[in-house]
């Protein structure tokens, strides 16, 4: 072992770093607000190293998917300062390497150079180029030390294997701290590839959009990612120009190696399977993509340059079975676990990866186990990895490990824990009860997707979920970065349109849900709820996408089957008053009112006023939504009757003696509006001369009162409201419709939630979140198609619909985030002339403390 004063190496020896000016003015990054060239990348390199200096420092660099990241990395390596890579989102990892390591130059997450001091503290070898934490480790001094060498051959090795090129394009789907991730950086940059520099997940639809731009030709994954492509569709996408797909970061089950190949096949990419560890640099086997349908079991053969042997084991008595033992020029230094080892030189000369291989006879090695991964139980040797290849065989992602009191097993789905429990005792022949099980929505993850196993060892019961996480969802959806554990759904704003997304990922989340989850606070809702094997779908959510789907059905005459746009009616006024008439405030109210109103008169007034430029089955007045208040027919007499009790509800609210009244007796005020309804519906006394499509909205009021019912006699009162009113108001011969009216009323009364399955709910969310738009678009869109086929008609109808639904809310969020953050960037501007300094709590009535601690949300 050998140690030399803080000199320099040849910075030539990571050529990705050095000599990044020789490709000039090809690409070399590209990210959502445009590129640089090599040149431009090069000058800023050159200029950061400037700033770290000459003599040789320590530098640790929180270390994220920016440019300005990957500037402070490729400026450390090509001026010889030692690096040490950390997660910029693990605070508490950044704390605890700082203290340990006490590095010279600190490089925050927001860019910040903090230079601690102008000569290093320590002693750092010549050779040593990078630390990082070992697998699964993050935050733990003990760290992995890397050389120029190991860097420089790793990237060679993998552009070799892979033939990279110069007109790559490969996206950073991993992190950049973790090793896998690194080197799709540094391999790429070695042949004047470009870089897809983004932090956006592969299950965020602005990645494929960012990817799809930049013509990406390289997507990487762990097998969790894998995953997330599965429910992304990613099987139906249009990638023209992606050349290949990797795979590393632990076993990727053989029957979805198989199926991804053959994919590849299909669509003209090949499917990477590699093997690695950190202690390799990066990688040390592939599995060549011609070979992975016949062997998906396999991690293949050694990368260029490596090689392996199989040392044997005691307990593997086969001849071509052993531990893998692994030797080649991306071997690492050895570990360091405390700054005085920053000084040694090489301490490893091969590496036990710890894994039990076999060579199979086509010279190809396939991992069976692990030598330290084995738990004894009542004298039983048992392969937590095998448990888990079982259950994937069964399509079951699962974690499994030990504690001091047995087996865990964390397992993901629809599943009976029971079921999973006997199934693993009897493939491993222990008693039931050493094993436990957690089903989870989730399981727990490292940063860098792998399954993190230290968490499931804690886990006590089912998922925790955090206050802190369902504020990022709250802030997520509604786009209010102001949401703390005392926010509700309602007190945010929270609308009918929202209300779908915010109740399915919430299920998905905690599992069933009260009835009153959307008045609840968030402290309130942490708790979590075991999972089932059935799930539930709220009452009003499926009468809205079952509705949906018979109006435009019907419309197209695949069936007949009428009375869904009545009951849309309803459920609008159930709606109404469960998430605009909950709020103390008056103002807060009419506002909540105000805001639903544009988020369905602007898109309907957008959409009406297209179909009038294009068609000729409208003029542009039919835009100014009066048609049905002028008595005539209208195609969007829904629409209309909507908009017109929104602006009568605004109005009402602006009296101050109509709201008390409300808030002194909800039920009694609903009946009262009700009882004005079918006033209307029923023309007493020859006062009401309405248009048919004005007296439907009594079914509003209706809907209001069957949300305001608390109480058994109440509901009784407006289902025979309902059994008395409904009959006779189609006319004769209408028996059909006025059964489907009631039974959708009743329903909405009496049964808050319904039976379902996670797969309804995937398809019934969009369709009942689209239904207004729904409604909209399709009497262009069917006729289009209808002749022929209607099943089509429809099909494309409703997916017209909820495209056009998911772009009126992204629209509408950003319009309202951005006027939230103007009143909070102004708040003595005018928009606040009227509001308090701190708005009052919307289920105290009470002003809100000007301490109370703010969450920060993911969605701000």
């Given amino acids: 072992m050998r140690w030399v004063r803080n000199s320099h190496p040849n910075p030539k020896t990571v050529p990705f770093a050095g000599e990044l000016a020789k490709h000039a003015d090809r690409t070399a990054v590209i990210t959502a607000d445009g590129t640089l060239s090599y040149r431009e990348l090069a000058a800023r390199v050159a200029a950061t190293a400037q700033r770290l200096g000459s003599e040789r420092r320590l530098v640790l660099l929180a270390g994220s998917n920016t440019v300005d990241t990957l500037v402070v990395y490729l400026a450390a390596l090509a001026a010889g300062h030692p690096l040490l890579l950390v997660p910029h989102d693990r605070p508490e990892a950044v704390r605890s390497l700082v203290a340990a390591y006490d590095p010279d130059i600190v490089v925050h997450p927001d860019g910040v150079l903090d230079e601690r001091r102008a000569v290093s503290a320590h002693m750092l ?40 090129r110069d007109s790559d394009r490969a996206a950073t789907t991993l992190p950049m701290h973790y090793c896998y ?24 639809a602005r990645f494929w959009d960012l990817f799809r731009d930049a013509r990406g030709s390289t997507l990487a994954g762990v097998p969790y990612t894998f995953d997330l492509l599965d429910r992304v569709g990613f099987e139906e996408m249009r990638l ?65 340059g490596g090689s392996f042997r199989l040392e044997p084991l005691p307990d593997w008595p086969d001849p071509d079975t052993g531990e893998l033992v692994y ?3 991306n071997v690492m230094l050895g570990y360091a676990e405390s700054p005085p080892d920053l000084a040694l030189g090489r301490t490893v000369e091969e590496l036990s990866t710890g894994d039990v291989a076999r060579l199979g006879p086509e010279g190809l090695y396939e991992v069976v186990g692990r030598r330290s991964g084995f738990i004894k139980l009542y004298g039983l040797r048992i392969d937590p990895h095998r448990i888990e290849t079982m259950l994937a065989r069964d399509g079951l992602i699962s974690c499994c490990t030990s504690d001091d009191e047995g087996l865990v097993v964390a397992v993901t789905g629809d599943v009976d824990a029971g079921h999973i429990k006997r199934l693993v005792a009897a493939e491993c022949g222990l008693p039931a009860r050493v094993v436990r099980v957690h089903v989870l929505a989730e399981l727990p993850r490292l940063p860098t997707g792998k399954p993190d196993y230290q968490a499931v060892r804690r886990l006590t019961g089912p998922e925790p979920v955090s206050t802190t996480d369902l504020c990022r969802l709250y802030a997520q959806i509604l786009d209010r970065p102001d949401v703390t554990e005392d926010s509700s759904f309602v007190s945010l704003g929270g609308d009918s349109l929202s209300y779908v997304e915010m109740s399915l990922r919430l299920e998905k989340t905690l599992g069933s849900l009260p009835a009153d989850w959307h008045t609840r606070r968030i402290r309130d809702l942490r708790r979590p709820v075991r999972r089932a094997r059935w799930r539930t779908l709220e009452t009003s959510l499926a009468l809205r996408a079952v509705a949906i789907v018979l109006i435009v059905g019907s419309h ?85 009757v909507i908009v017109y009790i929104l602006i009568a509800m605004a109005a009402w609210l602006s009296v101050p003696v109509l709201d008390r009244a409300e808030r002194r007796s909800p039920f009694g005020f609903a009946l009262g509006v009700l009882l004005l309804g079918l006033a209307a519906r029923f023309d007493l006394f020859g006062l009401f001369d309405l ?109 017209c619909g909820v495209a056009y639904a998911a772009i009126t809310t992204s629209v509408m969020r950003y319009a309202a985030s951005r006027s939230f953050l103007r009143r909070r960037h102004d708040p003595d501007g005018p928009g606040d002339a009227r509001r308090p300094r701190n708005p009052p709590n919307a289920e105290t009535g009470h002003e809100r403390s000007p301490t109370m601690p703010v969450e920060k949300g993911g969605g701000g």
Avoid at 182 to 203: E, K, M, Q, R, Y
Avoid at 264 to 284: I, K, N
Avoid at 612 to 620: E, P, R, Y
Avoid at 630 to 638: D, K
């Fill in 181 to 204: 991730g690194l080197s799709i950086i540094n391999s790429h940059l070695l042949c004047g590839a470009a870089l897809i520099l983004t932090d956006l997940s592969v299950a965020d």
């Fill in 125 to 164: 070898h010549s050779d040593l180029a990078l630390l990082l934490s070992t697998s699964g480790s993050t935050g733990s001094p003990k760290l992995i030390r890397l050389s120029h060498e190991n860097l420089r051959a790793n990237a060679a090795s993998i552009a070799d294997y892979l033939g990279i």
């Fill in 556 to 640: 197209i005459t695949i069936f007949t089957i009428r009375g869904g746009a009545h009951v849309l009616l309803a459920v609008a006024g159930f709606n109404f008053a469960r998430f605009h008439l909950t709020s103390a405030d008056r103002r807060d109210r009419r506002r909540h009112v105000l805001s639903g109103l544009a988020r369905i008169a602007v898109p309907s007034v957008a959409w009406i006023a297209l179909a009038a430029l294009v068609t000729d089955d409208h003029h542009l007045g039919n835009a100014l939504l009066l048609e049905s208040a002028l008595g005539h027919n209208s195609n969007y007499w829904f629409v209309e």
């Fill in 327 to 329: 030797s080649g020029p």
């Fill in 691 to 799: 248009p048919s499509a004005i007296s439907a909205l009594w079914m509003f009021p209706l809907g209001w009162a069957s949300a305001k019912a608390s109480t058994s006699g109440q509901r009784l009162l407006v289902t025979a409201t309902a059994l008395a009113t409904v009959p006779g108001y189609f006319g004769s011969g209408e028996l059909a419709r006025e059964t489907i009216v009631i039974a959708g009323l009743i329903l909405l009364i009496w049964v808050p939630a319904l039976p379902s399955t996670g797969s309804f709910n995937r398809l019934a969310g969009p369709l009942a979140a689209g239904s207004l738009y729904i409604y909209l678009v399709h009497w262009q869109i069917y006729p289009l198609l209808a002749d022929h086929s209607q099943l089509l008609a429809l099909l494309v109808s409703l997916a």
């Fill in 240 to 304: 023209p120009h992606l050349r290949y797909v990797t795979q590393a970061g632990g076993r990727l089950p053989a029957d979805r190696v198989e199926r991804y190949s053959a994919l590849g096949r299909r669509r003209g990419w090949d499917l990477f399977v590699m093997y690695g560890q950190t202690e390799a640099t990066a990688r040390m086997a592939y599995l060549p993509p011609d070979l992975a349908a016949s062997h998906p079991q396999a991690i293949g053969i050694p990368i260029p």
